[in-house]
């Protein structure tokens, strides 16, 4: 059975939480490769919310090796307070199914006042960044000055790094951010010591373990946090996380060679949203936007932020097909979309006369263009019982073929509400 890669395709929430959560019955290990708590999953099983920043979502299932690879930022404060809620319902009982990688960057209370004193002074040019420190430490990793998780186990270690980087972070606060809060080695290093000791039972080469896992013929689900148009490199620059969010850097933020992993499931939702600032061409900041934050409860796991809602973006659909290779499709939460009279697809961008159907590399292009859409019916029907496609509403069912028409490729997986059962599995991603 392949190993497969779950990605979100538009700006973040896309749903994956739920999805991961889904296919988490067909692996045996389920591997978190990027990013850090500025990601929020949402999983709702039997009436009961979680919502996981940092654990994979593998957590809530029994016997599921989760793993948190070296390309993840870990807050450990954050990790601590979700290991102990975890346990507190009745799961994580087996602690070695949780494997921490000992090359995992590490966030600690200077990175999110950095973080946080950064957006401040940005003004018009902010980020709107979740202000979780994610930014700045994957900036120290890349200038090699990072502080890792196995160096949590090392007072000595430790003790320089911080000296070092304290030295920067301090003078940045004070003297470039003008804030007031700086941060003494000595805090900052017992506040850390405190978290390593907690954490090394769950430190490992986890490399070496998803590695070999797979060598045993065991199955493994890697699961993207943020989504495509947030990638550092490819998204709307710099209106970005500071990770690569798609498929590629499930291979360099675990460890394991992209010959070892054969399918990428993207997820797309119905609707686009985002959260923060920059460019969003199919953005509606009228009722029918209010209308989808409301009755899709778009507003931030992470922060409580509303989020922006708009049309689906084929445009940046195709876009993030290609940069991930996504091999397997998933559309979520069609569910919110029942009631609208009509439904628009942005098809294209219109600039000075020209339309492009492609994303454009230029900025001004892409910011300043119209959409250009298509117009669907809607249709009024609750569909969140049904579990056959065939009985979707056939407004619907033309909805979900014209995206696949224009994406190239058939979806696995449709998702019709919130719970997991609220689902029509139309194919197996490992399987097909
Ligand atoms: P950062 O990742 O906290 O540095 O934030 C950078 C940008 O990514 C901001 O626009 C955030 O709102 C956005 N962002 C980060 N994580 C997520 C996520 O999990 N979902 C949606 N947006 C996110």
């Given at each position: 059975?392949?190993?497969?890669?779950?990605?979100?395709?538009?700006?973040?929430?896309?749903?994956?939480?739920?999805?991961?959560?889904?296919?988490?019955?067909?692996?045996?290990?389920?591997?978190?490769?990027?990013?850090?708590?500025?990601?929020?999953?949402?999983?709702?099983?039997?009436?009961?919310?979680?919502?996981?920043?940092?654990?994979?979502?593998?957590?809530?299932?029994?016997?599921?090796?989760?793993?948190?690879?070296?390309?993840?930022?870990?807050?450990?404060?954050?990790?601590?307070?979700?290991?102990?809620?975890?346990?507190?319902?009745?799961?994580?009982?087996?602690?070695?199914?949780?494997?921490?990688?000992?090359?995992?960057?590490?966030?600690?209370?200077?990175?999110?006042?950095?973080?946080?004193?950064?957006?401040?002074?940005?003004?018009?040019?902010?980020?709107?960044?979740?202000?979780?420190?994610?930014?700045?430490?994957?900036?120290?990793?890349?200038?090699?000055?990072?502080?890792?998780?196995?160096?949590?186990?090392?007072?000595?270690?430790?003790?320089?790094?911080?000296?070092?980087?304290?030295?920067?972070?301090?003078?940045?606060?004070?003297?470039?951010?003008?804030?007031?809060?700086?941060?003494?080695?000595?805090?900052?290093?017992?506040?850390?010591?405190?978290?390593?000791?907690?954490?090394?039972?769950?430190?490992?080469?986890?490399?070496?373990?998803?590695?070999?896992?797979?060598?045993?013929?065991?199955?493994?689900?890697?699961?993207?946090?943020?989504?495509?148009?947030?990638?550092?490199?490819?998204?709307?620059?710099?209106?970005?996380?500071?990770?690569?969010?798609?498929?590629?850097?499930?291979?360099?933020?675990?460890?394991?060679?992209?010959?070892?992993?054969?399918?990428?499931?993207?997820?797309?939702?119905?609707?686009?949203?985002?959260?923060?600032?920059?460019?969003?061409?199919?953005?509606?900041?009228?009722?029918?936007?209010?209308?989808?934050?409301?009755?899709?409860?778009?507003?931030?796991?992470?922060?409580?932020?509303?989020?922006?809602?708009?049309?689906?973006?084929?445009?940046?659909?195709?876009?993030?097909l290609r940069l991930n290779g996504v091999t397997n499709l998933a559309l979520t939460k069609l569910d919110v979309l029942t009631g609208l009279p009509k439904i628009k697809i942005c098809t294209g961008y219109k600039y000075q006369g020209k339309i492009y159907d492609e994303y454009p590399y230029s900025e001004t292009v892409f910011n300043n263009s119209e959409p250009v859409y298509e117009e669907l019916a809607g249709w009024s029907e609750p569909i969140g019982e049904i579990r056959d496609f065939d009985e979707l509403p056939a407004a619907a069912k033309r909805y979900v073929r014209r995206i696949e028409?224009?994406?190239?490729?058939?979806?696995?997986?449709?998702?019709?509400?919130?719970?997991?059962?609220?689902?029509?599995?139309?194919?197996?991603?490992?399987?097909?």
């Amino acid at each position: 059975m392949p190993n497969v890669v779950v990605v979100g395709l538009q700006w973040g929430d896309e749903g994956k939480g739920k999805v991961v959560d889904i296919y988490t019955q067909f692996a045996d290990l389920v591997v978190r490769f990027q990013g850090g708590s500025n990601a929020g999953h949402t999983i709702i099983v039997d009436d009961v919310k979680t919502v996981l920043h940092l654990l994979p979502s593998g957590i809530l299932h029994q016997n599921k090796i989760c793993v948190i690879g070296s390309g993840v930022t870990v807050d450990p404060d954050i990790l601590w307070q979700e290991i102990e809620a975890v346990k507190q319902s009745g799961h994580l009982s087996d602690e070695s199914l949780l494997r921490i990688s000992y090359e995992a960057a590490v966030i600690s209370r200077y990175h999110k006042a950095l973080d946080d004193a950064s957006e401040q002074s940005m003004g018009e040019r902010k980020i709107g960044t979740t202000k979780r420190g994610i930014g700045p430490s994957y900036e120290e990793r890349v200038a090699r000055r990072g502080i890792r998780i196995k160096d949590l186990l090392s007072r000595k270690t430790l003790e320089e790094k911080l000296r070092h980087n304290l030295k920067y972070a301090n003078f940045l606060l004070k003297e470039y951010y003008q804030v007031s809060d700086t941060f003494s080695v000595e805090d900052e290093l017992d506040y850390l010591c405190e978290f390593g000791k907690k954490l090394k039972p769950f430190m490992e080469d986890t490399s070496l373990l998803v590695y070999s896992e797979i060598k045993r013929g065991r199955n493994v689900l890697f699961e993207g946090a943020q989504g495509t148009m947030l990638d550092l490199d490819y998204g709307t620059y710099p209106f970005v996380t500071s990770s690569n969010t798609i498929a590629g850097a499930a291979s360099t933020g675990t460890g394991v060679g992209p010959g070892m992993i054969e399918r990428v499931l993207g997820i797309v939702k119905a609707y686009t949203t985002r959260v923060g600032m920059g460019p969003f061409p199919t953005e509606l900041e009228d009722e029918v936007g209010q209308r989808l934050r409301d009755v899709g409860k778009e507003y931030g796991a992470t922060t409580g932020r509303p989020r922006r809602c708009g049309w689906l973006d084929a445009v940046l659909l195709r876009y993030a097909l290609r940069l991930n290779g996504v091999t397997n499709l998933a559309l979520t939460k069609l569910d919110v979309l029942t009631g609208l009279p009509k439904i628009k697809i942005c098809t294209g961008y219109k600039y000075q006369g020209k339309i492009y159907d492609e994303y454009p590399y230029s900025e001004t292009v892409f910011n300043n263009s119209e959409p250009v859409y298509e117009e669907l019916a809607g249709w009024s029907e609750p569909i969140g019982e049904i579990r056959d496609f065939d009985e979707l509403p056939a407004a619907a069912k033309r909805y979900v073929r014209r995206i696949e028409d224009l994406a190239g490729i058939k979806f696995s997986f449709v998702s019709v509400g919130p719970k997991r059962g609220d689902s029509l599995v139309l194919r197996n991603p490992f399987r097909e």
